[in-house]
């Protein structure tokens, strides 16, 4: 069994057995520019705590303030957000579909749950270990952050398929409905 045949049975990332390496470039492209912006609201207001605030914290201690109040989990819940419509968006008869769906919705969801759940705690005053939480908020955008990129390069592959890979998915679709109309 090769590489792809162990790839495409394993529930969220199978989609990326049809995707090439040019499908990654471009999702790079695309998110890079994205997130940055997305974070220049943290770097800033760590380099005003660094620089122009009262205490001059050191840089690192600077950005973990700035999570201390669960900022990070609510950007993390606004970037997975953009899973949902890659993984729901219609794409037509005449395209693939997106490998999964299910899959990747509930993903999504148990994270946007848990995250929710973390900052909800903080808001209600219940103490959590400060460290546990900042160390949670980093775990959580790491996953967020592969989450998005798993999801764009997945889109950038079905919207631009090779032929091979859109023929090999029109042939398990005949196959799983012929398997279907046998009762099989």
């Not at 705590?49 to 950005?63: D, S």
């Not at 705690?121 to 952050?145: A, N, Q």
Request: aromatic share 14%.
């Amino acid at each position: 069994m090769g590489f792809r045949e162990v790839l495409v049975k394993i529930p969220v990332i199978s989609g990326l057995a049809y995707c090439r390496w040019r499908d990654l470039g471009n999702t790079l492209e695309e998110i890079i520019p994205k997130f940055t912006i997305a974070i220049l609201p943290i770097i800033f207001s760590s380099f005003y705590l660094r620089y122009a605030g009262k205490n001059h914290l050191f840089f690192p201690e600077a950005i973990t303030k700035n999570f201390e109040n669960g900022e990070l989990y609510l950007f993390c819940t606004s970037m997975l957000a953009s899973i949902f419509y890659i993984a729901l968006k219609d794409r037509g008869s005449q395209k693939p579909g997106f490998p999964n769906q299910i899959t990747h919705g509930l993903f999504v969801v148990s994270m946007i749950a848990a995250l929710s759940f973390i900052y909800a705690l903080k808001r209600s005053g219940v103490e959590l270990d400060p460290i546990l939480k900042v160390d949670l908020s980093y775990i959580f955008f790491g996953v967020t952050f592969c989450m998005v990129i798993l999801a764009t390069t997945i889109n950038n592959g079905l919207n631009s398929p090779n032929p091979i890979t859109f023929q090999k998915r029109e042939t398990d679709d005949f196959l799983n409905k012929l398997k279907e109309h046998r009762g099989q």
